[in-house]
């Protein structure tokens, strides 16, 4: 039971799973919404526009009923007047096409789905499957799409006849009407029978928005197995993240010992710890190049030796520079003293060892801030 409690399709789509949807070309739509918009937007246009549009096309029948028979059989002139016509005609509908075109466009915007995806323009043959088309049309979606359709039908068709009955009176009235009064009284009944059936859609919009917004979000829901591989896929794989990191302290920990022959100084605790200071011309301040304990330290000083690093004794020291620093980092400027001694019997020491003399006597007393010293735990 658990396993079946797992693969079910139980937990809302995280962002990721949206995200993906959205790449693909799977937004949530609603054709009722771009309906409702492109019908309000045109009822609105009738009704501002609509006069000064019936008198466009008025004045379009007047210049094309009225030609000159004489010239009726000249080709050119015809054509030339059925393409003067036809721009008059283009040139008074172009602001109802126009405001078509945006209402269109914009309504996408009402449910936050408007979107451009190349995946979805990519062919899919699967579509073609006349056994997922059946499939689709007796699923339950198909069954909402089709008493959706149905209640739509009933509802603007009974609207309309509504609207037709109770005008009846003022339809019988227009065919008494002069011919200028009918059409004016006919227009403005057909703007006020459109305005009442797209009213009667905004029922339907406001119906059908919730149900596509829920039939989108439930068609992404996932399994608690879903979740959990998207959290790995997020996260990364456990092992697969401790290998990274395993592999890139070992990258970090070769570049670290190839940089101990260019080390100026080795401080040591004197078996625990090992820190390895440069120091050239033109630093601020000395800095970290190789540090580390227990093995590492041992691995340090070996390299060390074998290029001739100097090494020098000194445990506060080195537990404070291991503790307080970095990798390529300077010292605490409240080391700066106590390094500055071990470098004066680096130079010290290199210079015995070009003109003799005295050995050098390393420091024995360095003093650090109390403050910057660990507690010794393993020597």
């Given amino acids: ?44 246009s009738f009704w501002f526009m609509g006069p000064w549009m019936m008198q466009r096309v008025a004045s379009i029948f007047r210049r094309g009923l009225s030609v000159d028979a004489s010239l009726t059989r000249e080709p050119q002139f015809m054509l030339a007047r059925f ?51 059946l499939s689709r049309l007796v699923s339950w979606s198909g069954l909402a799409e089709l008493v959706k359709a149905v209640a739509k039908a ?113 401080v040591t605790n004197p078996t625990h710890f090992a820190v390895a200071l440069a120091y050239k011309s033109g630093m601020p301040a000395p800095k970290v190049v190789a540090k580390g304990r227990g093995d590492i330290a041992l691995k340090i000083r070996e390299i060390g030796a074998e290029h001739g690093v100097p090494m020098l004794e000194a445990p506060p020291l080195a537990r404070a520079l291991y503790r307080h620093t970095d990798l390529d980092q300077e010292v605490p400027a409240a080391l700066y003293a106590a390094v500055a001694e071990v470098l004066a019997y680096v130079y010290q020491l290199s210079n015995w060892r070009q003109a003799g003399g005295n050995y050098p006597r390393p420091p024995r007393e360095i003093v650090v801030p109390a403050e910057l010293i660990p507690e010794a735990a393993n020597g």
Avoid: C
């Fill in 1 to 44: 039971m658990a396993e079946e409690s797992d693969l079910e399709r139980t937990e809302p789509a995280s962002g990721r799973r949206l995200e993906q949807a959205r790449e693909q070309g799977q937004v949530p739509r609603s054709r009722e919404v771009g309906a409702f918009l492109v019908l309000v937007v045109a009822a609105g």
């Fill in 83 to 133: 393409a003067d016509i036809s721009l008059d005609a283009l040139l008074a509908f172009a602001p109802l096409f126009i405001a078509l075109i945006v209402a269109a466009l914009v309504s996408p915007y009402f449910l936050g789905s408007w979107n451009f995806s190349l995946k979805a323009l990519q062919p899919d043959l699967t579509r073609l499957d006349p056994l997922k088309g």
């Fill in 154 to 266: 009933g509802l603007v068709g009974g609207v309309a006849a509504w609207v037709l009955w109770s005008a009846r009176n003022d339809i019988f009235a227009i065919f008494g009407q002069p011919v200028e009064v009918g059409l004016s009284s006919a227009g403005h009944l057909i703007n006020f029978s459109f305005l009442v059936v797209v009213a009667a859609m905004l029922l339907i919009v406001a119906v059908d928005v919730p149900f596509q917004l829920w039939q989108y979000h439930d068609k992404l829901k996932m399994s608690r197995e879903e979740v959990r591989q998207e959290g790995k896929e997020m996260e990364g794989d456990p092992q697969v993240k401790s290998r990274i990191r395993q592999l890139q302290r070992e990258a970090a920990r070769k570049r670290m010992m190839g940089a101990v022959p260019t080390a100026d100084v080795i």
